[in-house]
């Protein structure tokens, strides 16, 4: 039977919970126990899916076809597995659940409550996440802070579970920010106290607390917190800033959350084992080289909106011995005043990831527009693929009008046009081409040299794809469809082989990159950079001139 391990959250939302998480599983791991990780989310929505990135950041996308929270890709790139849509867990789902067994008549003769039927449903479906992999050890991520009004009914199901799972099964560990006041530069406890016994009002009482802080706290600090959360100075830990993110686990173990938690759920002692895990953030914290890469996308004011795609670009940089310095462009800007394309020319490479809508449409076109016949590396990610084929069609294939028409219905020239299955449907949610599929790479071109294989399997999110009508007329122009899927159907790989690196993927290839193990794309891409970037810089010491400053 596994254990469960409960993550709770006070004072503001995003403190952290989603890496201590992770950083918690990390550890046991390194112990050599089978982790998996499970995050709720409180909103009435099924899924992420129909949500703005802005209102909740990226949507992560699971082998399975789920259309998850952004703390599923921590999860999968900290633990180095792969989740199912199971393991994201919202109150959608469970009401839905719980109504349609009402109506089908599973409660006949009852009255349908919060208490038991709704946490019953949570409760089985934690479950059923973790025995289904069966794990040792199930992290349960409940979304929210303490208080919240849409997390009690979570709450309380994690309460029974104490009871039902027993002492020794069961952890509770509470994420909760400490404030440092400037004026006199001390660590402010108040808050988190005020959390912890929100907590306790519900029946819980926390058996770890994590103060997040910008830096370490002290003793002193560390004591106060064990006396007003009831807990020995052991069970006291701080996850506090630090250049990656990926030494959370480290700054954790060595602070002794393996001993306690071992020791607390009564789980056999174990070496634990993180020198490979220090040797990968350590590729990331030594590296000596920089390559500067400018995403231009539509959601750049919430870099979470982009999480996976700066993770994966950080993992291919420190593979390839470098540090990925990301400037977000939003490419409006390039709508508004088209000549400050220009200043793109200082990048190393050129990043067009996914979107929907119309918002900077042309901006991105002309981004690529730009990287395309200056030779800077570019890699175009789902719509930054479409996109990639409109500018193509227009520019080269003289296709005058040419777009999407999920952009511009009435386009002369539908480049991009609507899956065929997609032309029915009527909800949203939940309805596109989502998933893990297999791609066919044809030898010979740029993606079978990244690759290496004849097969790769990737996941995509998108309603979209390359007409058919216009493959001949692209391929003729001189484009090449480097990886289509199983079926020979859609194109899922374009690239140019007159330019230094062009290539754009229809599957979101950031979704599986580790730290560690770099998805193929981007470290082709980033290698890509660090080229142009050698050559420029051979270039300009043999002019004695300057590079153009970022």
Known sequence: MPKYIFVTGGVVSSVGKGIVAASVGRILQARGYKVTAIKIDPY?????????????????????????????????????????????????????????????????GKCVQIVPHITDEIKRRIRLAAENEGVDIAIVEI????????????????????????????????????????????????????????????????????????????????????????????????????????????????????????????????????????????????????????????????????????????????????????????????????????????????????????????GKINVIKYSRENGIPFLGICFGMQLSVVEYARNVCGLEGANSTEVAADTPHPVIDLLPEQRSLENLGGTMRLGAFEIIIKPGTLAYKLYNTRVTRQRHRHRYEVNPAYWDVLTRAGMVFSGMSEDGRRVEIIELPSHPYFIATQYHAEFVSKPGKPEAAYLGFIRAALNRRKNLENYSRSRNISLPLR
């Open 44 to 108: 009435l929505n099924v899924d992420s899916g129909t949500m703005n990135p802005y209102a909740h950041g990226e949507v992560f996308v699971t082998d399975d076809g789920g259309e998850t929270d952004l703390d599923i890709g921590w999860y999968e790139r900290f633990l180095d597995i792969t989740l199912s849509k199971r393991n994201n867990i919202t109150t959608g789902q469970v009401y839905l659940e719980v109504i349609t067994k009402e109506r089908r008549g599973d409660y006949l």
């Open 143 to 362: 979304g929210g802070t303490a208080g919240d009004i849409e997390g009690q009914p979570f709450l309380e199901a994690a309460r029974q579970m104490r009871l039902e799972e027993g002492f020794e099964n069961t952890l509770f560990i509470h994420v909760a920010l400490v404030p440092i006041l400037k004026a006199t530069e001390e660590f402010k406890t108040k808050a988190l106290q005020h959390s912890v016994n929100e907590l306790r009002r519900i029946g819980i009482q926390p058996d770890a607390i994590v103060a997040r802080c910008e830096k370490p706290i002290d003793k002193a600090t560390r004591s106060k917190i064990a006396l007003f959360g009831t807990l020995p100075e052991s069970a006291v830990f701080c996850s506090y800033d630090v250049e990656h993110v990926y030494e959370v686990p480290l700054i954790l173990e060595e602070q002794g959350m393996g001993v306690f938690i071992t020791g607390r759920l009564n789980l056999s002692w174990r070496q634990p084992r993180l020198k490979e895990w220090s040797d990968i953030v350590a590729s990331m914290k030594n590296a000596r080289e920089e390559v500067r890469i400018a995403v231009c996308g539509k959601y750049t004011k919430l870099i979470d909106s982009y999480v996976s795609v700066r993770e994966a670009l950080i993992h291919a940089a420190a593979y390839a011995g470098a540090k990925a310095i990301i400037d977000w462009i939003d490419t409006e800007e390039f709508e508004a005043y088209p000549e400050k394309v220009n200043l793109l020319s200082r990048y190393d490479g050129i990043l067009v990831p996914g979107g929907f809508g119309q918002r900077g449409v042309e």
